[in-house]
């Protein structure tokens, strides 16, 4: 099973033929919902969508005192009941995620230009606060073979990966104890693989590079680390993971880059893989979740880098034509054999 952490919020999503110039007049919009998003509640529902056996980690917000956000005036569901009810629909389980009495969750409000496909978010925090080390040691973390985690909390997020670290040091596999090879990544060998996305535009977040097996690296980040496109991207991000690391780092409609991270930064070869750009973009609202999601499933069922990415790319473009994620799960049995059954493709 494999375990994403991190947010989840209500997505009030607004369709709009375009995007609304500066204090125009209020125009009606041509759909409205609300939709269950945060980065890590988003790859969770890709992965399942995809095929995966997954649980959502992260801390919800008790809703018994937000009788004023209500779904449906009808049926009464709540911000909590929505986003619980959501995930069971999806099969994603979430029985450990700790209810906070806090009052106040999460909520973003998202503008989707019809026109150009764009998608403009505007988030609330709220009150609730993020999860810790300790809510991390309730788990049984032996059930999951592989745990992805949202780069939004540097304040806790070393200890729990380096929880896990610890963790992998004291179970050894002995058949991965087999491969010696120096070129074979790291998650490859170690008992649960970590991935980290790391994506805001926040310099404390280089701090979790070092401790991830995985790491899938944002533009925004990367460009505060001096990079100028997705190739000088992996380059950099590189010299900051240890050797083995798999970087990733998409690049939006150029592509993405990836390597494996070496001693000697001489030895790093860095490769591309294009974008596969629709001619018309629906909605763009979690692309980038679905690439991630992608390439994190493709790595645990045992394809490697390269057609990872390459598949990365592939379903986010997929996605760009839909609203949503549920039709991926359609689209991928139709079109992606690859992603519906196992493969003994190595790096």
Known sequence: MICSVGLTCVDIVSFLPEYPLEDSD??????????????????????????????????????NLLHSIRLNLKSGLLEIRFLQNDMDSLGIKRDNCPIIQCGTGPISVVICSEETGSRTIIHAKGNLPELTLTDLEKLDISK?????????????????????????????????????????????????????EVEKHREALG??????????????????????????????ISTKVQPGTVVVCPWGDQ???????????????????????????????????????????????????????????????????????????DIVKKSYTQLCHESGTTN
């Open 255 to 329: 592509g993405a880059s990836y390597c494996i991270a070496r001693s000697n930064p001489a030895d790093v070869d860095v490769k591309k893989q294009d974008a596969y750009v629709p001619d018309k973009i629906i909605d763009s609202l979690g692309a980038g979740d679905t690439f991630n999601s992608t390439v994190i499933y493709c790595l645990h069922k045992g394809l490697d880098v390269s057609t990872s990415v390459d598949l990365g790319c592939r379903i986010a473009s997929e996605k760009l034509k839909i609203r949503g994620f549920k039709g991926i799960r």
């Open 26 to 63: 209020q125009r009606s919009c041509t759909k409205q919902s609300w939709e269950r998003g945060g980065n890590a509640s988003n790859n969770a529902t890709v992965l399942s969508c995809l095929g995966a056996s997954v649980e959502y980690f992260g801390t919800l917000a008790d809703d």
């Open 144 to 196: 999951y073979s592989w745990i992805h985690f949202e780069g939004r909390n540097e304040a806790s997020l070393p200890s729990m990966l380096t929880r896990i670290k610890d963790y992998n040091s004291t179970h050894l596999n002995p058949t991965l104890l087999k491969d010696d090879d120096p070129m074979t990544p790291t998650y490859r060998k170690v008992h649960i693989p970590v991935s980290v």
């Open 207 to 236: 701090c979790l590079l070092p401790l991830a097996d995985v790491v899938l690296v944002g533009k925004d980040f990367a460009m505060l680390q001096g990079a100028k496109d997705c190739m000088e991207a992996a380059r950099i």
